[in-house]
């Protein structure tokens, strides 16, 4: 029986509309290997010259872009992984041009090879523009992954060409082709992006090691702490090994900032300068901050972006030179309420002078971490260490300018994008022990975390068994009112379900308050409680 020629009219156009889009998609998948294979290059190249990646520069492009409310969404998101998120995010938008470059290769392998090259000329512009870029690593970076892409887009389009003009009888000859096609571009995608994590990688070990520039003797502090006595530190007993310690180490304290690459900056070119509303202009290089007396603090920092319970805090012993002995050499003029801190990037911060007047008099330029020159992510050659204040109005890394101006005239760079203008630090307190949803031994058993109130000392902290009794637990000996303080407390647990709660209360008598909060505009309030069974 003969076929309707409409039906066959119908089948013959199915099958054209599927090899179409077949087709379609294998100069798709070409383009997206072709960029895959650029970036992957690009960001091992960037990596083994010690500069700034595409995806890097691109990333902080879109930080300096994000609209307020930005930052909140992808802690939200993602937590701490929030800058990783950000590269897959960038990385992602690269694969998806390249695939588009690829249809346009379709129909002129030259307009793709030109779109290619845009990108490059873009990610020029971009890598450039940033302070620690050299103009050479800057060329061999966009040289490096230009050609990378340029000779795979040409090399698979033309496999792709080629394939077009073969007649093949067996229809399910040319359907296997385009499969081996699609298989071979995945490859090319996945090359591309095993390199670009071997180059973030690397990137990302360069900020663990050496300072760079000469090595410089450091002399001892005028002003030294003494050693942490065994009373200040609970972590050591048994059963309290995961309690967070009185200080923590340099590769456990917490990180944040806005780059997505760790600054490395050569301390035999560095400076800071003070500037602005004073008597004087002040220019010290690293070796003059380091003739200047020092002195030893333990100061507990936080993030204006740490959750109730969050681990975004940390306490260490810095060493450094008095911001205010700084200031006095400069000459602060009458009028100047605001002290703005840079970053050789650009990035600022800002509290009031008046800070430095009272609770915050023994804020420093810290050169030193826990007795170590500054780990590079934790803001080498220097940085502001300023006790009170959240890091977001205060503690900028890599700093290399001091201004003096006023509080109305300037809002540093968190200030436009909805956070608060001031950011005292909150009292806050925390149970690390037991971990929530975790299982207990029942019958005795030590609860145990870490409180803090910078400035302000911690007089008290109560705990609360399921509904029970508020009971006050024992403090470690303070090692300051500018540090954090552990707390213990025996209990005896009953085989269930349990739920621990922990209040502080300041040295001026004041109590957390209960009530959750977000961390925006000024930082997150609330008790911290933790869920756990015994048994």
Not at 89 to 97: F, I, K, N, R
Request: some cysteine.
């Amino acid at each position: 029986m003969a076929t309707d020629p409409r039906i066959r009219w119908r089948r013959n156009l199915h099958v054209m509309r599927r090899v179409l889009a077949s087709e379609r998609l294998a100069w798709f998948v070409a383009g997206m290997a072709a960029a895959a294979v650029a970036i992957g290059v690009g960001e091992l190249v960037g990596a083994l010259l010690g500069g700034t990646s595409i995806i890097a520069a691109i990333g902080a492009v879109v930080i300096s872009l994000q609209p307020p409310g930005g930052k909140d969404l992808m802690v939200a998101l993602f937590g701490t992984n929030d800058k990783v998120a950000l590269e897959v995010l960038v990385a992602s938008g690269g694969l998806l041009v390249g695939g588009v470059l690829g249809l346009v290769a379709r129909r002129d392998v030259r307009g793709g090879i030109a779109g290619f090259v845009a990108f490059g000329i873009v990610a020029f512009w971009l890598l450039i523009g940033d302070p620690l870029n050299t103009t050479s690593a800057a060329i061999f970076v966009v040289l490096a992954a230009v050609g990378a892409g340029v000779v795979t887009l040409n090399w698979l389009t033309g496999s792709l060409a080629r394939a077009a003009t073969q007649p093949t009888a067996i229809a399910g000859r040319a359907s296997l082709s385009r499969r081996a096609f699609l298989v071979v571009g995945g490859t090319f995608v996945a090359v591309g992006g095993v390199l670009a994590v071997i180059g973030r990688y690397l990137s990302g070990q360069l900020g663990t090691g050496a300072p760079v520039g000469p090595a410089v003797p450091v002399p001892s502090p005028g002003e030294t702490v003494a050693p942490v006595p065994a009373a200040a530190d609970f972590s050591a007993e048994p059963g309290l090994e995961r309690l967070s310690p009185i200080v923590v180490p340099n590769a456990d304290f917490y990180r944040i900032d806005t780059r997505l690459s760790t600054p490395r900056i050569d301390s035999a070119t560095w400076s800071v300068r003070v500037h602005g509303m004073v008597e004087r202009e002040v220019v010290l290089n690293y070796q003059q901050l380091l003739a200047m007396p020092l002195v030893e603090r333990y100061v507990t920092i936080a993030c204006v972006s740490n959750d109730v319970g969050g681990s975004l805090v940390g306490n260490a012993k810095w060493t450094g030179v008095s911001l205010n002995s700084v200031l006095e050499s400069a000459g602060v003029k009458s009028g100047a309420t605001q002290l703005v801190g840079r970053s050789f990037d650009g990035w600022t911060a800002g509290f009031p002078t008046e800070h430095l007047a009272g609770a915050g008099s023994e804020a420093m330029i810290a050169l030193l971490m826990n007795g170590e020159p500054l780990p590079a992510q934790h803001g080498f050659p220097a940085r502001l260490i300023v006790p009170g204040l959240f890091g977001y109005v205060s503690a900028t890394k890599w700093l290399t300018e001091i201004e003096l101006t006023t509080l109305e005239a300037f809002d540093a760079y968190w200030v436009p994008l909805g956070w608060a203008k001031e950011g005292p630090i909150l009292t806050q307190s925390r149970i690390d022990v037991p971990v929530g949803n975790g299982f207990v031994t029942p019958g005795s058993f030590t609860v145990a975390g870490v409180a803090w109130a910078p400035t302000r000392g911690i007089s008290r902290v109560e705990v609360r068994l399921d509904d029970g009794s508020w009971q006050q637990a024992v403090l470690s000996q303070p090692l300051s009112n500018y540090a954090w303080v552990q707390w213990k407390l025996p209990l005896d647990l009953a085989a269930g379900a349990h739920t621990l709660t922990v209040r502080a209360t300041d040295g001026t008598g004041e109590t957390q308050p209960e009530t959750r909060t977000a961390v925006a505009p000024d930082g997150a309030r609330g008790w911290h409680s933790v869920s756990f069974r015994a048994g």
